[in-house]
T-cell receptor
Framework: KAGVTQTPRYLIKTRGQQVTLSCSPI?????VSWYQQTPGQGLQFLFE???????NKGNFPGRFSGRQFSNSRSEMNVSTLELGDSALYLC???????????????FGPGTRLTVL | GQQLNQSPQSMFIQEGEDVSMNCTSS?????WLWYKQDPGEGPVLLIA?????ELTSNGRLTAQFGITRKDSFLNISASIPSDVGIYFC?????????????FGKGTLLTVNP
């Protein structure tokens, strides 16, 4: 079974631009979570989608948004990029075992975003 | 937001030595997870713990869920060079559809052959 895939793997943007990152979960998984990883702050939860609905949200500004499609693929968008948005963006998918079953969150390789 | 205190931040050990790292929190978690991240890759789940006091092994790795539900530790026995990487603890609170994981800042492990 293929793992979580993320595209692109690397991205360079300039301040003020916007960016869209894509995540394809493991086949059959319906929950997709997004995290931002930086050396200073570590792994920070952005949001989680389940069945095309945002179910949980972290403490990030409204410039960070996401969506999920009917095939469970997810995208996240960052508008008006700032230098501090440079980070590794990770998505993770979970199998449809119902509430509380985060124990098997599988991560993708991440998208390395650099904002110049 | 909620943070987990993970220590040590880094460790330099000789091949064959045992390693211990831990995470503490001011809040209770219902699930503790331990992940390992290699350079350029996403975190890989090593061990999941669901009950206070639970002790679980995965090969040379052993992890425990603290009795107070506010801490967890991970031990690696007889370390080998491929153990090099960053180890993260993560906690989750139950309740409804809360899937959010809170991560520690990681322990960077270096193993000298």
């Amino acid at each position: 079974k293929a793992g979580v895939t993320q595209t692109p793997r690397y991205l360079i943007k300039t301040r003020g631009q916007q960016v869209t990152l894509s995540c394809s979960p493991i086949s059959g998984h319906r929950s997709v979570s997004w995290y931002q990883q930086t050396p200073g702050q570590g792994l920070q939860f952005l949001f989680e989608y389940f069945s095309e609905t945002q179910r949980n949200k972290g403490n990030f500004p409204g410039r960070f948004s996401g969506r999920q499609f009917s095939n469970s693929r997810s995208e996240m968008n960052v508008s008006t990029l700032e230098l501090g948005d440079s980070a590794l963006y990770l998505c993770a998918s979970s199998p449809p075992d119902g509430p509380g079953s985060t124990d098997t969150q599988y991560f993708g390789p991440g998208t390395r975003l650099t904002v110049l | 937001g909620q943070q987990l205190n993970q220590s040590p931040q880094s460790m330099f050990i000789q091949e064959g030595e045992d390693v211990s790292m831990n995470c503490t929190s001011s809040s209770i978690f219902n699930t503790w997870l331990w992940y390992k991240q290699d350079p350029g890759e996403g975190p890989v789940l090593l061990i999941a713990l669901y009950k206070a006091g639970e002790l679980t092994s995965n090969g040379r790795l052993t992890a425990q869920f603290g009795i107070t539900r506010k801490d967890s530790f991970l031990n690696i026995s007889a370390s080998i060079p491929s153990d090099v990487g960053i180890y993260f603890c993560a906690g989750q609170r139950s309740g409804g559809s809360n899937y959010k994981l809170t991560f520690g800042k990681g322990t960077l492990l270096t193993v000298n052959p």
